[in-house]
């Protein structure tokens, strides 16, 4: 078992930045890609981005040149530097290790992400 726990969220205007946090309870495995997760109101969730061990990424379209996804190993820890948000960016920001292989799934709490003037 591993837990997630993200921080970061917030309030912030069009156009500003925010970082987000996910902090793993235990070193994670490279059969594991990690990633983050959107859920606005009345939509699916969506994978925003994803890292894998080796540090190749992958990015949702509508955030691609505006967010970097990134991985500190020795720290356990993932991040989601938001740049240029958008009111659509609105939503609860979910952490997420997905296994490679066996397709199971860890997820954080989540933490609000609101972009509003």
């Known amino acids: 078992q591993v837990q997630l726990v993200e921080s970061g969220g917030g309030l912030v205007q069009p156009g500003g930045s925010l970082r987000l946090s996910c902090a793993a309870s235990?070193?994670?495995?490279?059969?594991?890609?990690m990633g983050w997760h959107r859920q606005a109101p009345g939509k699916e969730r969506e994978l925003v981005a994803s890292?894998?061990?080796?540090?190749?990424?992958k990015y949702a379209d509508s955030v691609k040149g505006r967010f970097t996804i990134s991985r500190e190993d020795a720290k356990n820890t993932m991040y989601l530097q938001m740049n240029n948000l958008k009111p659509e960016d609105t939503a609860v920001y979910y952490c997420n290790l997905h296994h490679r292989f066996l397709g199971s799934d860890y997820w954080g709490q989540g933490t609000q992400v609101t972009v509003s003037s």
């Open positions: 890292i894998t061990s080796s540090g190749s990424t």
């Open positions: 235990r070193s994670i495995s490279s059969l594991y890609i």
